[in-house]
């Protein structure tokens, strides 16, 4: 019998920080793993951190992009935050990987379409 937590991956836009920090905090407190990004460069977040404009170049994102997808490979399910049913290019890019690799998706907003 395995009685490894689940682990699950966040996926969503990073211009939703407060979003991803509630989710890590729910998912953790139910017993779970919670893999989430690193870099929130699509939110104020990162101004009102470090007190100026830190930015990623476009090799930077697709990097990042790709660490993401390998958090995926780790987890057990994932975990979209779909934030007003916003979903953009590099959420959706993780969602079909995801679908690909077997993982389980789970939504925080009810989607119609999927």
């Known amino acids: 019998m395995n009685n490894r937590?689940?682990?699950?991956?966040?996926?969503?836009?990073?211009?939703?920080?407060d979003v991803f920090q509630e989710a890590n905090f729910q998912e953790t407190m139910a017993g779970k793993?919670?893999?989430?990004?690193?870099?929130?460069?699509?939110?104020d977040w990162v101004n009102r951190q470090h007190g100026e404009v830190v930015g990623i170049t476009p090799k930077q994102k697709l990097e990042l992009d790709e660490l993401h997808k390998r958090k995926i490979d780790l987890?057990?399910?994932?975990?979209?935050?779909?934030?007003?049913?916003?979903?953009?290019?590099?959420?959706r890019s993780e969602i079909a990987y995801a679908q690909?690799?077997?993982k389980r998706i789970r939504w925080l907003e009810k989607v119609a379409n999927v």
């Not at 991956?9 to 920080?17: D, E, H, K, N, V």
């Not at 793993?33 to 939110?43: A, C, K, Q």
């Open 75 to 91: 987890a057990d399910e994932i975990l979209v935050l779909n934030v007003g049913g916003y979903i953009g290019e590099s959420t």
């Open 5 to 17: 937590p689940i682990i699950v991956c966040l996926c969503g836009s990073t211009r939703f920080y």
């Open 100 to 102: 690909v690799h077997g």
């Open 33 to 43: 793993i919670v893999l989430s990004v690193g870099f929130y460069p699509h939110t």
